[in-house]
């Protein structure tokens, strides 16, 4: 029983390094890139719900109903990134503060920001994201990681649909009626 109790002991205070045939470098960055853009997407997440509960004007409906879309699928991004770090051992963020230190995408505290200027900079953002992505996935191609790939392949194709949703309401209309 003592035997047991000293055995439970060092494993808590040991590092969690889970079995995979990635090995430790490759925990260590792939980690570090998702862990990125985790920051990225919990910062975009903030910024659209931000601007769902404060968009206003004559197309209300519609920006509160597509920013809260675009908002959901943020968040349902963020625990498969986090469980991903984990599975791969790495830890993943703690904090706001975390979030701050690594993130890429800018915070927007204006008192007040135009609808337009709204579907501007979240289109910006999505791009912005779309580029991180990209750069986790050469990460992760580098140490042959196809599992953490293939997820960030569907939420590529995910942030570019946001990017191009943002992009076609936020265009002005023109003589031609488009």
């Known amino acids: 029983m003592a035997k047991s109790i000293t ?29 990125s853009v985790l920051a990225d997407v919990f910062a975009l997440y903030l910024k659209t ?5 404060h968009v206003s004007g004559p197309h209300f409906r ?45 915070d927007n505290d204006a008192d007040f920001v135009e609808p337009s200027d709204m579907l501007a900079e979240l289109c910006q ?10 750069v986790a996935h050469d990460i992760c191609d580098k140490y042959n990681d196809t599992a953490t790939a293939s997820l960030i392949e569907e939420w590529i194709d995910q942030t570019e649909q946001r990017a191009w949703f943002l992009f076609e309401a936020g265009r002005k209309v023109d003589s031609s009626g488009h």
Not at 16 to 35: R, V, Y
Not at 125 to 134: A, C, I, P, Q, S
């Open 7 to 35: 055995s439970a002991k060092k494993l808590q205070q040991t590092a969690i390094l889970f079995p995979t045939d990635l090995g430790q470098k490759a925990s260590k960055d792939i980690s570090g890139a998702m862990n």
């Open 49 to 53: 719900k931000n601007f769902h509960w």
């Open 62 to 106: 519609d920006y509160h109903l597509m920013l809260d879309d675009h908002g959901e699928e943020l968040f349902a991004m963020t625990d498969p990134i986090a469980e991903r770090v984990r599975k791969l051992g790495g830890t993943t963020l703690r904090s706001i503060g975390h979030i701050a230190k690594l993130q890429s995408i800018s």
């Open 125 to 134: 953002d999505n791009v912005r994201l779309t580029e991180r992505m990209r």
